[in-house]
Structure formats: C-alpha cells, structure tokens
C-alpha cells in the first residue's frame, strides 16, 4: 500500500520560484501534481513515470514547471518557476501503480489511489 508524503511550498510574490516534493512508499509507477482552489475542480499540473523519466505537463504550466526524480525512483520535486497568482492552489501529489507510461498524465485524478496531505501555494501580485 502506497503512502506519501509532501513538503513544499508556502507564499511567494509573482515572478518567483517554489519547490515541492513528494515521497512515495509502495510499488507506485506514476506520480502526478493536482491543484485545487476552492469551489473548483481539482487539476492536473504534471506528472512523471517513476521507470522511464517520461513526463508530461499542463499546458498553463509548460515551460515555467519541471517534474523531476530525486535521490530515489519514487521521489520527486515540481519545481515552479515564473509564478503567476493564478497558480495560487492548494497542491497534492497522486500516485498509482501499474502504469503505462503513456497513461502516466496528471488527468482523471479519481484513478489515482494514493494522495498526499496537499501543501499550500500562494502567489501575490
């Protein structure tokens, strides 16, 4: 059974930098990032699977956020560039396990049957 754990993020002014991380326990393959404000729908922001490096990413956040592996396979960091006050969010990590690594996208949260304890992001103007 997989378990994970987030840490991360906090306030920042627009045009800044944030760092979250997520580790997973448990045979998991794929990890994805979802962000939620309330009242809203919960959406994708990036996702990355663990055996190949494949990753893909919103298109509200391409080229400003990178998904990366560290230390360990099923560790990874969303480094958040370029913040704007519309990714004020509150951010979880998803994992799932058995993958292919084309399904691996940060889609469908309700498929992902381990989430973190979500960490707050909040960027001002």
């Known amino acids: 059974q997989g378990q994970l754990v987030q840490s991360g993020g906090g306030s920042v002014q627009a045009g800044g930098s944030l760092r979250l991380s997520c580790a997973a326990s448990?045979?998991?393959?794929?990890i994805s990032w979802f962000r939620q404000v309330p009242g809203k729908e919960r959406e994708g922001v990036a996702s990355?699977?663990?055996?190949?490096?494949?990753?893909t990413f919103a298109d509200s956040v391409k080229g400003r956020f990178t998904i990366s592996q560290v230390n360990t396979r099923n560790s990874v960091a969303l480094q958040m560039n370029s913040l704007k006050p519309e990714d004020t969010a509150m951010y979880y990590c998803?994992?799932?396990?058995?993958?292919?690594?084309?399904?691996?996208?940060?889609?469908?949260?309700?498929?992902?049957?381990?989430w973190g304890q979500g960490t707050q992001v909040t960027v001002s103007s």
């Open positions: 990355i699977h663990t055996e190949n490096g494949f990753t």
């Open positions: 448990g045979s998991v393959n794929c």
């Open positions: 998803a994992a799932r396990s058995g993958a292919a690594w084309l399904s691996c996208r940060p889609e469908r949260p309700e498929i992902y049957a381990y």
